[in-house]
């Protein structure tokens, strides 16, 4: 799977945010967010750029940094 996943997992378990409270944000199942985290789907462009987006309400930091390790490092 991609590498969305297991970026997110590192910055939620980092910062504290759970994948219930990040669910509720993005209006979806925690099960999605699980199923990213876990590798066993990854999320569509869409979907990086709503997580972007829930993370800086949360913590602009936390998005910061996800931004960073997922795309930043790949340049």
Same mark, same amino acid.
């Given at each position: 799977? +991609? !590498? %969305? +996943?297991?970026?997110? &997992?590192?910055?939620? =378990? =980092?910062? =504290? @945010?759970?994948? *219930?409270?990040?669910?509720? &944000?993005?209006? @979806? +199942?925690?099960?999605? #967010?699980?199923?990213?985290?876990?590798?066993?789907? %990854?999320?569509?462009?869409? *979907? /990086? @750029?709503?997580? @972007?987006?829930?993370? !800086? &309400?949360?913590?602009?930091? /936390? %998005?910061?940094?996800? /931004?960073? &390790?997922? #795309?930043? =490092?790949?340049?």
């Amino acid at each position: 799977m +991609g !590498k %969305a +996943g297991s970026v997110l &997992k590192e910055v939620l =378990d =980092d910062y =504290d @945010i759970s994948q *219930t409270q990040l669910a509720g &944000k993005l209006n @979806i +199942g925690r099960s999605n #967010v699980y199923r990213w985290v876990n590798e066993v789907r %990854a999320p569509n462009s869409e *979907t /990086v @750029i709503d997580i @972007i987006r829930v993370l !800086k &309400k949360l913590n602009s930091e /936390v %998005a910061r940094i996800f /931004v960073e &390790k997922y #795309v930043l =490092d790949e340049l």
